[in-house]
């Protein structure tokens, strides 16, 4: 959630910044800035109101004691008529602050003055490319046919299972799977991330202080009976390990990793798009967060990108780095680089990854703090990228690397696997 101060004094500002993710209520600016003098404006009456009452009150005591009971009678109905005005106007305090957060929620964070001013996709930024393109024969299958061939996962005995979108691994497949997962964690930790194996369920309290909630809803599973929603990513619950607590600077950056499987309803799209494993409600992924210092956010986010973009290269994947236009952009990110690797069989780019700095907006969402040298309290920023989700990984492992005996794996992944091919 953007900070009221913010909006406040760069009223300007921040309908200019809005405009770039195509937000089209500017109006509500105006509206929130409205609602905030009329907050404040009733704070100050509402603490002025209870100062004179605390004085009546004091004064009540100092009347009594000098047998002044008239006057102290009178004291007290003056303290009856202050707690009902008082009453009133912290009537009109709280409805007035539940406006003004509900009109705060709905704005999406303000994009960085590097982001794109596109509406699509197709308007992103190639900053970056990197890895070789494989030169496949005619007859080279995609990854849905080669899965068949070698029996590595069964689409229709998950759908009978649970529905479509949610995929079986079985045998060499779910190997594949289990080694990916190991070898990104090993290579989050040794890079100073700290493993967590969070819960795959949270709490509404957990989704709205990332930002699932309200925007994101509809693409969450829910457990309607208890309150709970499916985790879409590890970001939500390994973020929210830090909801509403106060650190100490000294113990900046908080560097964090997870593995988790992640659900999501969304529909998708048609065609090849949703084949095989390029779309799926069920999936495994390993995500890195940080908790870092204002001043270097933007720079960590930087180093984010590189720790990405090497785990690629180790891959031996063909990839692309995009920086995304305002359109494209997720509600809560100020800045955010997606990953794409080239999936040589299908002839098409694929998402596997998006390295994210979201500034203050989910940690003021969740309170969480650090305290200067000074022994201030201020907001931390927080970050987050995909390290790496796996099913179009394993995409592109296989459509890129068939040959007419077997798949090949990256030197990188064969004591992991058990061996060098599929």
Same mark, same amino acid.
């Given at each position: 959630?953007?900070?009221?101060?913010?909006?406040?004094?760069?009223?300007?500002?921040?309908?200019?910044?809005?405009?770039?993710?195509?937000?089209?209520?500017?109006?509500?600016?105006?509206?929130?800035?409205?609602?905030?003098?009329?907050?404040?404006? +009733?704070?100050?009456?509402?603490?002025?109101?209870?100062?004179?009452?605390?004085?009546?009150?004091?004064?009540?005591?100092?009347?009594?004691?000098?047998?002044?009971?008239?006057?102290?009678?009178?004291?007290?109905?003056?303290?009856?008529?202050?707690?009902?005005?008082?009453?009133?106007?912290?009537?009109?305090?709280?409805?007035?602050?539940?406006?003004?957060?509900?009109?705060?929620?709905?704005?999406?964070?303000?994009?960085?003055?590097?982001?794109?001013?596109?509406?699509? &996709?197709?308007?992103?930024?190639?900053?970056?490319?990197?890895?070789?393109?494989?030169?496949?024969?005619?007859?080279?299958?995609?990854?849905?046919?080669?899965?068949?061939?070698?029996? +590595?996962?069964?689409?229709?005995?998950?759908?009978?299972?649970?529905?479509?979108?949610?995929?079986?691994?079985?045998?060499?497949?779910?190997? @594949?799977?289990?080694?990916?997962?190991?070898?990104?964690?090993? !290579?989050?930790?040794?890079?100073?991330?700290?493993?967590?194996?969070?819960?795959?369920?949270?709490?509404?309290?957990?989704?709205?202080?990332?930002?699932?909630?309200?925007?994101?809803?509809?693409?969450?599973?829910?457990?309607?009976?208890?309150?709970? !929603?499916?985790? &879409?990513?590890?970001?939500?619950?390994?973020?929210?390990?830090?909801?509403?607590?106060?650190?100490?600077?000294?113990?900046?950056?908080?560097?964090?990793?997870?593995?988790?499987?992640?659900?999501?309803?969304?529909?998708?799209?048609?065609?090849?798009?949703?084949?095989?494993?390029?779309?799926?409600?069920?999936?495994?992924?390993?995500?890195?967060?940080?908790?870092?210092?204002?001043?270097?956010? !933007?720079?960590?986010?930087?180093?984010?990108?590189?720790?990405?973009?090497?785990?690629?290269?180790?891959?031996?994947?063909?990839?692309?780095?995009?920086?995304?236009?305002?359109?494209?952009?997720?509600?809560?990110?100020?800045?955010?680089?997606?990953?794409?690797?080239?999936?040589?069989?299908?002839?098409?780019?694929?998402?596997?990854?998006?390295?994210?700095?979201?500034?203050?907006?989910?940690?003021?969402?969740?309170?969480?703090? !650090?305290?200067?040298?000074?022994?201030?309290?201020?907001?931390?920023?927080?970050?987050?990228?995909?390290?790496?989700?796996? &099913?179009?990984?394993?995409?592109?492992? @296989?459509?890129?690397?068939?040959?007419?005996?077997?798949?090949?794996?990256?030197?990188?992944?064969?004591?992991?696997?058990?061996?060098?091919?599929?």
């Amino acid at each position: 959630m953007l900070q009221i101060s913010f909006i406040r004094q760069n009223t300007d500002l921040v309908k200019e910044r809005l405009s770039v993710k195509h937000f089209d209520d500017l109006l509500l600016v105006d509206k929130v800035v409205k609602i905030d003098e009329q907050v404040r404006k +009733l704070k100050v009456e509402s603490e002025t109101l209870q100062a004179d009452l605390n004085a009546a009150s004091k004064a009540i005591g100092l009347l009594m004691g000098k047998g002044e009971k008239e006057a102290a009678e009178q004291k007290k109905q003056e303290v009856i008529q202050h707690k009902f005005t008082l009453q009133q106007l912290n009537d009109q305090l709280n409805i007035a602050e539940r406006e003004l957060h509900d009109s705060m929620i709905k704005f999406p964070n303000l994009p960085h003055t590097s982001v794109p001013k596109g509406k699509s &996709p197709e308007e992103n930024e190639v900053v970056k490319e990197g890895g070789i393109k494989p030169s496949l024969p005619e007859n080279a299958l995609p990854h849905w046919d080669l899965i068949k061939k070698y029996d +590595l996962v069964d689409f229709e005995t998950g759908a009978k299972i649970t529905g479509s979108g949610f995929p079986l691994y079985k045998g060499k497949g779910a190997k @594949l799977q289990r080694a990916l997962i190991q070898y990104f964690l090993d !290579y989050n930790t040794a890079a100073g991330y700290t493993e967590y194996l969070p819960p795959l369920m949270v709490n509404e309290a957990s989704a709205y202080g990332t930002g699932q909630l309200p925007d994101k809803e509809g693409q969450m599973y829910h457990a309607t009976a208890d309150g709970l !929603y499916l985790i &879409p990513t590890a970001e939500v619950p390994v973020t929210n390990i830090y909801r509403d607590e106060i650190v100490k600077e000294t113990e900046l950056p908080i560097k964090m990793t997870a593995y988790t499987p992640c659900f999501r309803r969304e529909a998708g799209s048609f065609g090849s798009d949703v084949r095989g494993l390029n779309r799926v409600h069920q999936f495994d992924k390993v995500e890195i967060i940080q908790l870092v210092h204002p001043d270097i956010s !933007y720079d960590v986010l930087e180093a984010m990108v590189t720790h990405v973009e090497r785990l690629l290269n180790h891959l031996q994947l063909p990839y692309r780095i995009l920086r995304l236009c305002g359109g494209d952009m997720s509600f809560t990110s100020a800045l955010t680089y997606d990953f794409e690797v080239f999936s040589a069989a299908q002839q098409k780019w694929l998402e596997v990854s998006s390295v994210s700095n979201f500034v203050t907006y989910q940690t003021n969402r969740m309170k969480i703090r !650090y305290k200067n040298a000074d022994g201030k309290t201020q907001l931390l920023h927080s970050l987050n990228g995909s390290s790496l989700a796996l &099913p179009r990984i394993v995409a592109c492992l @296989l459509e890129n690397n068939q040959t007419e005996t077997g798949i090949n794996l990256p030197k990188v992944l064969h004591s992991y696997f058990g061996a060098p091919f599929i």
